[in-house]
Nanobody
Framework: VQLQASGGGLVQPGGSLGLSCAASGSIFSINAMSWYRQAPGKQRELVASITIYGRTNYADSVKGRFTISRDNAKNTVYLQMNSLEPEDTAIYYC???????????????WGQGTQVTVSS
């Protein structure tokens, strides 16, 4: 199983950026999918998560600015980031709870991370 994240880059304050993360491999089902981020010198933190039914959860710092969504048919999760601030600069990681077979355990898989830099 692999999670491939893409879409990071450099953007000016107030700008927008979209991230995507596709899961591939011998996947039976995916439960929750999430985005985390880690800024230099800080701990990794949850940014947003979404259940298989579309229920979402956001960190207070991104509420109203970021939107998480998913396409279950494509095993892909997205993060649309608007009104970006310098404090959003971090490496963003996607993660997914994946079962490899019916009644199999759910394990967390992580993507490789993509850099988001907000700077003028």
């Amino acid at each position: 199983v692999q999670l491939q994240a893409s879409g990071g880059g450099l953007v000016q304050p107030g700008g927008s950026l979209g991230l995507s993360c596709a899961a591939s491999g011998s996947i039976f089902s995916i439960n929750a999918m999430s985005w985390y981020r880690q800024a230099p010198g800080k701990q990794r933190e949850l940014v947003a998560s979404i259940t298989i039914y579309g229920r979402t959860n956001y960190a207070d710092s991104v509420k109203g600015r970021f939107t998480i969504s998913r396409d279950n048919a494509k095993n892909t999760v997205y993060l649309q980031m608007n009104s970006l601030e310098p404090e959003d600069t971090a490496i963003y990681y996607c993660t997914a709870e994946i079962s490899l077979k019916l009644w199999g355990p759910r394990n967390d898989y992580w993507g490789q991370g993509t850099q988001v830099t907000v700077s003028s």
